[in-house]
């Protein structure tokens, strides 16, 4: 049975004035406004049917556009437009209710779901992990997607990995390897003499994220290998920034808005490249719903900022409290880590550290490895959402 849009308009939108009704069309209590169905057309002419980007440019239309009629069948909708030539536009219900933008729109809609892994997210502490305890996955036998949905909950993942070859194969499933410092992918951390950097030495390492401070660039997945460890101590630990953050917003609320406003300054020397890298960027960052979206943590690199004499001693008092929060040991999942382990971390989120250890007792050599969080996030979305584009 067929439904004109006057008469659906009629039923559903009688509480607007005619124009309002000129301009919208309402599908199973859902509004859609005409000229966002004009710009969404999936035909091939206004959408390119591979590459799935759109062709059609609504800002060349010199009005809103308008329908000419409407026909509401039991799965599809098909829209014939005022247009010199006509051209008519099918939706299929289904796919505009995925893509519904109205108010009630409820949470089953594709907006909702691509913030799902937002929502996915498990903050945890050392208690929650110590009756929680993550398993390590071993990745011959393991599920693929039982550990990369481990990341999406814990923000981290402890994998069993053979050796090189194979850790590289694993990377190469999510994305290309991010070579930063020219070609060089995997970086050994092992204590040198004349070290370039804190990690070449047996000193500890507080909470940090890599690069994120300091370097323009992507986010990261990192994975930090384990090739030897007979050192004395050196043991490792991961850190949830997120719910570091969630507890210090409660407890230092005008410390956790100094920290989400006041851009502050990361750097690094390398001398042999004969870089200096600086970034400002604020400690804490939000979402559009202010939400924590990432945090950029990396003691060693934060230093000689550039802020008022009138600022300098206010922002003193909230980062050494966001510190200390970050080296509370109620916040550490610390553990000795065994050659042939991984560890796969959501740079932006869970900072990682180690205690010093004696560089005299033994080879302590974990080699280190990043992929974008781009390509995971992406191949994540692409899982759940690739019948709406695949099918039609
Ligand atoms: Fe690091
Ligand atoms: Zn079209």
Known sequence: MSQTA??????????????????????????FHYIWLRDNCICPACRHPTSFQKINDISTFSSIPKPLSVVIEEDQVIITWQEEP?????????????????????????????????KQEILWDRAWIETNLPRKY???????????????????????????????????????????EGERVLFPVKSVPGATDLSETGYALDPHGDYETYKFGPHLLQFLYCVENRATG??????????????FRQNHPSYF?????????????????????????????????????AIYFGHSHAYNWDLSFEQMEEYYEAYCAFSCALKDPSYHYCFRLEPGECIAVQNFRVLHGRNAFDANSGVRQLDVSY?????????ENFKLFQTLYLND
């Open 371 to 379: 992929t974008r969080w781009d390509y995971f996030i992406a191949r």
């Open 86 to 118: 006509i051209h008519q536009s099918i939706f299929p219900i289904a796919w505009l209710m995925d893509y519904a933008y109205d108010q009630d729109a409820g949470t089953n809609n594709l907006h909702q779901k691509l913030e799902l892994h937002k």
């Open 257 to 293: 808005n100094l920290l989400v406003k006041t851009p502050i300054q990361f750097q690094q020397i390398y001398t042999d490249w004969q870089y200096y890298y600086r970034r400002s960027r604020q400690i804490i960052e939000l979402d559009r719903k202010e939400q924590v979206r």
């Open 6 to 31: 006057s008469d659906l308009n009629k039923k559903k939108t009688s509480d607007h004035n005619s124009k309002d009704n000129e301009r919208w069309l309402t599908i199973n209590g859902k509004r």
């Open 234 to 247: 050196g043991e490792s630990f991961l850190i949830d920034a997120f719910k570091v953050a969630k507890d």
């Open 138 to 180: 071993d990745i011959n036998t393991d599920d693929f997607d039982a550990w990369t949905e481990q990341i999406l909950t814990l923000g981290f993942a402890i994998l069993k990995i053979n050796n090189h070859q194979d850790l590289e194969n694993l990377i190469s499933k999510i994305g290309p390897r991010d070579p930063f």
